[in-house]
């Protein structure tokens, strides 16, 4: 299988001086349970760092006053939920009309597990229509019930242990680059989503153009950082890029994040709050290169 390898950027857009939060876009974000409210929250606020004009995170009912003290700027919306303070099944018909009124969404942050997560997540991968980015258990929710009959403008950022259970199979190791650039691209254009697998060369593929990322250091690999490139990722979508644009740029701008944060900090004090405190200075490298 080829695939074009794509080395340039795509650009940040300039603001409007007329331009308001609708021009920017509105994602929702769908995560959140008890004891991880905060990682749909590091998602939300990189959303906000990247661009997009609102975030709305749709967090289970007994987590809504957890997941917004975190960050003023976003807003929460309750969501039906289990005994356990994850999302209920119920919660399907509310989350896909939250949907409806968002430019992107994303997904998975602090989800947690359980059988209806299970049916939940392949149920609104279905039915939603705008683009969505699909990240921790949700992926895991994903790999039980299969990737058939999912709408398009899906991206898909996997660690590489969820990426060997959604391929059933362990990925071709790190130093094998083509080789796991070609399974990458095979399950990408198999299941007609951009892929984002992560990893030190992080590889951003839609089954026809690959791109491998060059930012990043060691001190990114802490808990919440994945959240992190969610948002931007969405964010990006949010703003009018296409899938694959999104996931490059995306990628790129977390990389840097933290490449500043180890900088500041050290890589071993690289944490995802300061990952995300560092968002404006590779926005700011962007707009110089």
């Not at 390898?5 to 959140?32: A, D, S």
């Not at 994945?226 to 009018?240: C, K, Y």
């Amino acid at each position: 299988m080829r695939t074009d390898r794509i080395e340039h950027l795509p650009r940040l857009p300039q603001r409007e001086r007329t331009g308001h939060k609708g021009t920017y876009g509105t994602v929702l974000g769908i995560g959140g349970s008890r004891g991880m409210a905060g990682a749909a929250a590091l998602a939300g606020k990189a959303a906000l760092l990247t661009g997009c004009g609102l975030v709305r995170l749709a967090v289970p009912d007994p987590v809504l006053e957890t997941a917004a003290g975190f960050y003023p700027e976003l807003t929460t919306l309750p969501c039906p939920a289990g005994k356990k303070g994850r999302f209920a099944l119920s919660a399907l018909e509310v989350l896909l009309e939250y949907a409806e009124q968002a430019t992107a969404v994303f997904l998975g942050p602090g989800l947690g597990r359980s059988a209806g997560l299970d049916i939940l997540v392949p149920s609104f991968l279905r039915q939603n229509v705008k683009p969505l980015v699909v990240d921790a258990d949700a992926l895991n929710a994903v790999a039980v019930f299969g990737t058939e009959q999912m709408m398009k403008n899906i991206i898909f950022t996997p660690h590489p242990g969820e990426f060997a259970r959604l391929i059933g199979s362990a990925p071709p190791p790190e130093e094998q680059l083509d080789e796991r650039i070609a399974a990458a691209a095979e399950f990408a254009q198999r299941c007609r989503i951009t892929l984002v697998l992560k990893g030190h060369r992080t590889i951003i593929t839609d089954g026809k153009q690959t791109a491998v990322n060059s930012t990043g250091n060691p001190g990114m690999a802490t808990g919440g950082s994945g959240d992190v490139l969610t948002g931007i990722i969405t964010s990006l979508l949010a703003q009018g890029f296409t899938a694959f644009e999104a996931a490059q740029l995306g990628v790129f701008l977390h990389g840097a994040a933290g490449d500043a944060a180890a900088e500041r900090y050290t890589e071993p004090c690289v944490t995802a709050a300061v990952i995300l405190e560092c968002i404006p200075a590779a926005v700011r490298q962007l707009t110089n290169i």
